[in-house]
T-cell receptor
């Protein structure tokens, strides 16, 4: 599973609170990605990173920010959680031009 | 941007029969087409992939075909088994500047193999 962990694995929070999800990898992969998975939408890219401190937006980035201060960690922050951000969040990593490997996912519920 | 359509959304087959899932994509610059299998509550797992310079690839019971002209690609599973039951996602990927691979996923096919 490419040595990818995510924490927490489950979280319930209230509308308006900030939430940070963590992705940790031990593969020294350069590229890291955050996706959200919702029924009927497949997986949609939120943000990605192509190196330490190098990040950019994906297709559904509104309301999310990311940071990558070291190769192994990629943080996703919901600045003020809303019910529409209830989802399963997957981190993925890639060492090169093609394959991406997924973490176990974080199930987030915003009440 | 890229748009990937996947059909059917659900598929039921008898054990031992074949299953075919079809996808279309819109961006002619897409150069890599992975397929992922996701079991309930688990992470997506890459099961097979094909690059744009190849028309067909096979790995035991699964095969993928690519028609670049028509922008179609398909997953074929032969001799299906109950453990093949899962959600399958196709994806189309485009290499962007900086080496980042922009992957667009289909909406998934729930495959049920009936024993």
């Amino acid at each position: 599973d490419a040595g990818i962990t995510q924490s927490p694995r489950h979280k319930v929070t209230e509308t308006g609170t900030p939430v940070t999800l963590r992705c940790h990898q031990t593969e020294n992969h350069r590229y890291m990605y955050w996706y959200r998975q919702d029924p009927g939408h497949g997986l949609r890219l939120i943000h990605y990173s192509y190196g330490v401190k190098d990040t950019d937006k994906g297709e559904v980035s509104d309301g999310y920010s990311v940071s990558r201060s070291k190769t192994e960690d990629f943080l996703l922050t919901l600045e003020s959680a809303t019910s529409s951000q209830t989802s399963v969040y997957f981190c993925a990593t890639g060492g090169g031009a093609f394959e991406q490997f997924f973490g176990p996912g974080t199930r987030l519920t915003v009440l | 941007g890229e748009n990937v359509e996947q059909h059917p959304s659900t598929l039921s087959v008898q054990e031992g029969d074949s299953a075919v899932i079809k996808c279309t994509y819109s961006d002619s610059a897409s150069n890599y087409f992975p397929w992922y299998k996701q079991e309930l509550g688990k992470r997506p797992q890459l099961i097979i992939d094909i690059r744009s310079n190849v028309g067909e690839k096979k790995d035991q019971r699964i095969a993928v075909t690519l028609n670049k002209t028509a922008k179609h690609f398909s997953l074929h599973i032969t001799e299906t088994q109950p453990e093949d039951s899962a959600v399958y996602f196709c994806a189309a990927s485009t290499l962007k500047s900086g080496g980042y691979q922009k992957v667009t996923f289909g909406t998934g096919t729930k495959l049920q193999v009936i024993p």
